[in-house]
């Protein structure tokens, strides 16, 4: 089973940018694809980007597509959320979470308490 504890968060006006960091226990890190997920208030959690264990495969929501770029270290048991041109409908709780299933997409362990990432001018 895998902790997480994201970071990176901020209050970040309309076109700037952020770059999350999510930080993995344990070493099965490698061995599964991640997904960074988000819930804006009143909403249900989301998937925005998935990346597979070896990062030959990432997706994106159309939401986020062209805008954000997901990538991970497996050496540092870390995956990263770039995002560039941010909307205020980027405001949210940003998660990450291991995923069982690439194409499914469905978050697989526990949440961690995740980044608030808050868009405004």
Known sequence: QMTFVESGGGLVQPGGSLRLSCAASGSIFSSYAMGWYRQAPGKQRELVARISNRSFRRNYSD???GRFTIARDNAMYTVYLQMNSL???????????????????SAAGSWGQGTQ?????
């Open 63 to 65: 939401s986020v597509k």
């Open 87 to 105: 909307k205020p409908e980027d405001t949210a709780v940003y998660y990450c979470n291991w995923i069982r299933d690439y194409d499914l997409g």
């Open 117 to 121: 990432v808050t868009v405004s001018s």
